[in-house]
Structure formats: structure tokens, C-alpha cells
């Protein structure tokens, strides 16, 4: 990339609630519990696909980062040159993974607001000097009002390329081959799909998302919309984080039922077992980049509105300079959404599932121009097409004694959160 950007962030008066500030008909966004990162306008994109497409939007990012002229006057996380990114589940897939550089940034974190204006060097009235943003490189700063809210668009989802018993045969044939010593683990997904047909709802769709799983990764990247429970990796000032998601249960009727489904999960041999070895699996490839990496000693439940997770968190000292992609390329796709061993699990679920994921299930996030960045897994996600088409995704980690009725049921409780933010 030899194009050379401009970026100014300063501080402003309260920005929130930011999901009102959001394009409706092409929202860019990242947040949880009410904090996080809106961007308007398109100042670039970079694409990439293929087996490389993670190194090769980490080279050109840094080469853009590297001739950026940058002017931050919060220094917080999400402040100065931010891109959002959606990366593809697959190396095959005909999904473009994307970064997207924004022409305006809002942003909310620590009771702090700020704006961050980006833009090309040479459509910058009066920019000059190689090194440093002029102080008249942008005109008077124009904050966007919030704009009306919008009804939520009414989807009416079907089952997509695997039909329920499609999807509960494929279950046994995976318990199978495990059964078999093939491989120890396989992550399948079934689709829905649907048609949109009220384009500037997208946005009640996020705030519906944001207001119900205000604990989970809230994001808009091209289309791709969702409320991520899981952690994939975070950079921030040489400290490295994840939280890894395995081991599902239904959330209870009641306070005392609840509480039983919770202490269930925590002591079920299968969910404990699915659950090790992502934690495996992420602390394997985390490892080599850091100088220290401490796991929580025991997984832990993570309450949702509407299910029970097994969870482990990572924390560490990065130790060779890597970039949050960097991480994101070692660390994709894990044994939470693929499967273990990695590479006879991604054939098994690319023979079984029977169609392309597409985006689901790949990082999403955002990096910094220092490379610090927050990636989650595109989980409880819909990808949203310009023509209207919306396919949805849920799916669930297998393993020996998983049961085919048990695991569609599972799916279910995964879609629900999609497929009410859509008015379902």
C-alpha cells in the first residue's frame, strides 16, 4: 500500500449512546456494555483471500500504518488509525476478507469520547510536511447527529444448505469417524437463511443485540453482524489476552433450575473434555509469541441471557513484537471452531457441512496502527448480502458421546440471538 493517510483524534463531549451515530444502511461497529468504536465513510478497504490471507492484510496494514502521519490526542484504545476487519473461516472460501479504514471514527471507552478523522494525504486541503499533521489539515470538526431510530426488519429464516436431519446424520458420521480414531473433535454448523427486505433496519438489529448480550462483542464488518461471546485475541500495549468458549448449556426456567444447569456443565465429562482441548489448542499457538502465558487454574461458567458456557481466559507479555493479526494468523481457526487435530477436522467439517461458511466463525475485530487490536470469533452472526439475502450460522463442538438430537438442539439455542435481533 503506498498510500499515505492523515489521522487526527480528539477528545469530545459525550458521544453516547454510539449504535444511533451508526450507518443504518452500512453500519461499522464494535462495542460492548455501551463502549467501543463506530466508523462512518470509507476512506480504503484492503482485501485479501486465500491461505494467506491473514499475513497478507497484516503486511499491507502495517505498510499503511508505517506512512500514516498520526495526530492522538487521547491515546486510548481504538484511538488514531483504526481499521475493522472480517476475516474468512476458510482458505477456500469465496468470502473476501476485508480491513476497512473509516473516514470518521467515533469512539467511547472509560467515560472518555473522542473523534478521529482519516483521510488521504493528498484530498487534505493545506496537508504539507512529510512527518506531522498540519494544524489546518482538517476543516472545523463536524460531529453527526444521531439519527431516527427504525423498526427492526422482520426476516423469516429456513434451514439453509443442511436441513435438520441433514445436520443430525452429519453428527453421527463425525461420532463415527471419531469413534474410529480419525480425529478427536469436529466443530459443525448448520445455516439459515433469509431474505431482508427493509435495508435501514440493520442498525435496530445491532442495538437489539447490544441492549439483550450487552457481556458479548457487538460488531458490523461488510455486512457481517453478530454478538461474539469469545475472545479470539487482544493486543494492548504488549499485553496479550483470549477467553475460550467450549461446553454449552441450556440456561434453566428457574433460579434453582438454572443453577443446576450451570453446576451440570462444570462437571460433565463431555463439555469438560470439548473444552480442554481448545484451551489446548489456543495456548499452543499463543505460546511462541509470548514471554509469559497464565491460563485461569479451573474453566469457569460464563452466564448469557440465553445459555451457560464452559470458559477459560488467557493473559500474557507479548514476546516477539507481533501484531494483533499476527496473532489472529498463529491462532485461527481454533479447536472451539474447527476442530482437533486441526487439519483432519477442517477436512471432516468441509466434507460434512455442505456449504461455505463464509465469514462465520473467523476474526473479527479491529487493529491499531501500532498493531494493537481487539479480534473476537464471529459467532451468533448473520451475514448480511447488498442484494438482501441474510445466512445465519450456529455450531456445535462433537466429540465422542455427543448425541446427533442433543447437538440440532444445541443449534437452536445458538441461533436465537440472530434470529431475534431480526425481528424473529
Known sequence: MNQKLVVRTEPVDELAPLI?????????LWMRRGEGIVGLGEVLRIETSGPTRIEDAAAAWRSLAAMASVDDRVGLPGTGLVAFGAIAFADDSAATSVLVVPSLVLGRREGRDWVTRIALAESVAGSAGESDVPGDAFPPLEIPEPTPKRR???????PGAVPPPDYEANVAEAVRRIDAGE????????QLVGELHEEDGLRAVINRLAEDYPDTWVFAV????GASPETLVRVDHGTVSARVLAGTASRGAGEASDRERAVALSASHKDLAEHALAVASAVQRLEPHTARLDASPEPFTLQLPN?????????????????????????HPTAAVAGTPRPVALAVLAELEGFDRGRYAGPVGWIDGGGDGEWAIALRCAQVEPSGAVAAYA????VHDS??????????????????????
Request: hydrophobic share 45%.
Open 20 to 28: 444511533p451515530r451508526a450507518d443504518p444502511r452500512h453500519p461499522l
Open 152 to 158: 427492526v426488519p422482520r426476516v423469516t429464516f429456513e
Open 183 to 190: 480425529l478427536e473433535k469436529v466443530v459443525l454448523a448448520r
Open 222 to 225: 461488510d455486512g457481517l453482524i
Open 307 to 331: 445459555l451457560w458456557h464452559l470458559a477459560t481466559d488467557l493473559k500474557g507479555t507479548l514476546g516477539d513484537g507481533s501484531s494483533s493479526l499476527d496473532l489472529v494468523s498463529a491462532v
Open 395 to 398: 455450531g456445535c463442538g462433537i
Open 403 to 424: 448425541e446427533p438430537a442433543d447437538e440440532l438442539a444445541e443449534t437452536l439455542m445458538k441461533f436465537r440471538p440472530i434470529v431475534e435481533a431480526f425481528g424473529g
